[in-house]
């Protein structure tokens, strides 16, 4: 702050949740765990992951379906889902109800 003092912010940390959800999508796929995947992000990282399920469904000869649920607006710059995926719009306030508020990790203590 101005006067020197700090202010403490508690800041999530999602470090590696990408690579962790690419894991889950294409081994679960190679298990025949689900024949539909939706995942709300528009990481493009997951694209790769997306293209190896499809992959993993024309070698098993059946169907899978892959999807990236996002929210739009009249305001939003990115309106892409991830790459390689079905891209399944939705407003604001229902993509909101969606998100899971509970905390799995620590948060970190970041001081300014």
């Not at 006067?3 to 999530?12: C, F, M, N, R």
């Not at 992951?49 to 059946?62: F, L, N, S, W, Y």
């Not at 995926?85 to 109800?97: F, G, V």
Request: aromatic fraction near 6%.
């Amino acid at each position: 702050m101005p006067d020197g003092s700090t202010h403490a912010i508690l800041v999530g940390e999602e470090k590696g949740i990408d690579v962790r959800l690419a894991l889950d999508i294409t081994r679960l796929a190679h298990k025949n765990a689900y024949d539909v995947a939706l995942v709300f992000s528009q990481d493009q990282d997951l694209s790769e992951a997306a293209d190896d399920v499809r992959i993993t469904a024309k070698e098993q000869g059946r169907w899978i379906k892959i999807a990236s649920a996002f929210p739009t607006s009249p305001t939003t710059k990115n309106r892409r889902g991830i790459n390689s995926t079905d891209w399944i719009k939705i407003d604001r306030a229902t993509y909101d109800t969606c998100l899971d508020p509970r905390q799995y990790r620590d948060s970190c203590l970041v001081s300014r």
